[in-house]
């Protein structure tokens, strides 16, 4: 099976860069194209709404700012990753209670047929509240799981 596009959620980590690099890669190759995604957790002292976070409380702006310039830095290292190796790149930022929902429910609502994303390798109970196994166990599209 070749896939055509491929999701890959970053944070901007190391690990996630490592994971962007391979998506971009296996896209190149397949002739695919991406979609990044940066997932802002819920609990975070912000509203989203489509491109715009509002913040709260007299930190509010200074939060904002601090999630506006991650999800920034994250997403244009893929967008120049991706542009770099010639590839199709589009992004998305979501709010999500569990990371892990928002990445489920990106790839099954843009039609992805690959997910590319980082783990941490944890073993045992560390694992339990691993992202990627909860992003493995409740989708149908296929995980390439970078570490």
Known sequence: MLYKHILVPTDGSALSRRAVRTAVALASTLGARI???YVVPEGVPTLFSG???YGSGVRGPQV???????AEK???FAQASAAAAGVRCSSARTLARAPWQSI???ARSRDCDLIVMASRGKHGLAALGSQTMKAVAHTRV???VCR
């Not at 904002?64 to 991650?70: E, G, T």
């Open 35 to 37: 979609t990044a995604l």
């Open 51 to 53: 491109d715009k976070l």
């Open 64 to 70: 904002r700012d601090a999630i506006r310039s991650a």
């Open 74 to 76: 994250a997403l244009g």
């Open 104 to 106: 489920v429910h990106t």
């Open 142 to 144: 296929p995980v390439l």
